[in-house]
């Protein structure tokens, strides 16, 4: 007889990166940004960017960007010397210095409406006794594969910024936006706390999302 997890939701805490335009004029926009517990911005040459699109266009530079210049986990900037037009603009938070690493999103929309930001994120979708499966959800038009996104687990409540190496991981293996992926051969133990990472480049510094989980929230059955 064979033992395995079965599912039972419980408590998990999820951090994501937030994007948020707060107010904009014929030539400037003001963006609210929150980055991961911990992250340090300026450190990581953080950025916010804009475009005119209602979708980031990946390989087509931006209007203009704004360095963060601080190390603060959240603040606001001002994108200015633009000329705003009847027409949809699409801002990008990058969590490092290449547009691959942009995190989270918020669009005007061609009717001068502020679009319900989005931003990359994961959760738990199955554990095995030596695997889990996890779901995830990028931008539109995002490459995951192509731009060497990854997944990594460690044991306890970890900050990406000051990591060991992780006792599993998974590449991203594909270009879909959206959709699951499995990291085997890890052994969880009853009653602990876990910690999901999901990265948008090999740098530990290109954290995208956390999930923290315990154990305690799936039960055992034959």
């Known amino acids: 007889m064979t033992s395995h997890l079965a599912v ?15 107010d904009y004029t014929s030539d400037t926009v003001t963006v609210k940004y ?36 601080i190390n603060a986990q959240t603040g606001s900037v001002v994108l200015q010397g633009l000329v705003i037009t009847r027409s949809s603009y699409i801002v ?24 319900t930001p989005q931003h990359i994120s994961i959760s738990i979708q199955n554990i095995g006794t030596t695997s889990i499966t996890i779901h995830y959800q990028t931008l539109a038009g995002y490459l995951p594969n192509q731009y060497n996104n990854w ?45 999901l990472i999901y990265f948008t480049g090999a740098a530990y510094s290109s954290a995208a999302a956390i999930l923290n989980f315990s154990t305690a929230n799936f039960l055992m059955s034959e």
């Open 151 to 195: 997944i990594g687990i460690w044991k306890g409540l970890v900050s990406p910024y000051n990591a060991p190496d992780p006792i599993g991981y998974t590449p991203i293996y594909t270009n879909n936006t959206e959709g699951s992926v499995g990291i085997n051969n890890i052994q969880l133990g009853i009653n602990s706390n876990y910690t």
């Open 34 to 69: 929150s980055g991961l517990p911990a992250n340090q911005p300026a450190t990581y040459e953080n950025y916010i960017a804009i475009w005119e699109a209602s979708m980031i266009p990946w390989n087509v530079p931006p209007i203009t960007f704004v360095d963060i210049g």
């Open 8 to 22: 039972v939701f419980g408590t998990s805490d999820l951090y994501t990166c937030s994007a948020i335009i707060t």
């Open 92 to 115: 990008g938070y990058s969590v490092g210095p290449d547009v691959t690493n942009i995190a989270c999103s918020n669009t005007i929309s061609l009717g001068g409406m502020i679009v």
